[in-house]
C-alpha cells in the first residue's frame, strides 16, 4: 500500500518561510519523480514544482522560481518544498505526488492528503 503523508503546513506571516516534507512508503521512493501541487479555494489544482529520481533535475511553476525550493532524501524517501518570502496568494491546500516526469496531475499517480498552508497579510 503506497502512502505519502505530507507535514509541515501551517499559518504565516506575509515574508515568512515553511518547510514542507511529504514521506512515502510502499514503493520505491528513489525510481519516481515527486511534486508539489496546491490548490486554493475556488481554483484548480496547479503545479508547484517537480524534482527527478535522483534529485538532479528540478523544474519549477513561474510563481515558485526564486522563492520555493523543492529537494529529496532517497535515504529518508521524504521530499521537501522549502518556501520563502510567503505571500497571501500563496494560501492553498499542498500535496505532494509520486509519478513520472511532468507539470500535469496525470503525471502523478499517488498522492498524499494534503497540508494547508495559511498566509496572512
Known amino acids: 500500500q503506497v502512502q505519502l503523508v505530507e507535514s509541515g503546513g501551517g499559518l504565516v506571516q506575509a515574508g515568512g518561510s515553511l518547510r514542507l516534507s511529504c514521506a512515502v512508503s510502499?514503493?520505491?521512493?528513489?525510481?519516481?519523480?515527486m511534486g508539489w501541487f496546491r490548490q486554493a479555494p475556488g481554483k484548480n489544482r496547479e503545479f508547484v514544482a517537480a524534482?527527478?529520481?535522483?534529485?538532479?533535475?528540478?523544474y519549477y511553476a513561474d510563481f515558485a522560481k526564486g522563492r520555493f525550493t523543492i529537494s529529496r532524501d532517497n535515504a529518508k524517501n521524504t521530499v521537501y518544498l522549502q518556501m520563502n518570502s510567503l505571500k497571501p496568494e500563496d494560501t492553498a491546500v499542498y500535496y505532494c505526488?509520486?509519478?513520472?516526469?511532468?507539470?500535469?496531475?496525470?503525471?502523478?499517480?499517488?498522492w498524499g492528503q494534503g497540508t494547508q498552508v495559511a498566509v496572512s497579510s
Open positions: 510502499g514503493r520505491t521512493f528513489s525510481s519516481y519523480t
Open positions: 505526488a509520486s509519478g513520472r516526469w511532468g507539470t500535469r496531475s496525470y503525471d502523478y499517480d499517488y
Open positions: 524534482i527527478s529520481q535522483t534529485g538532479v533535475s528540478t
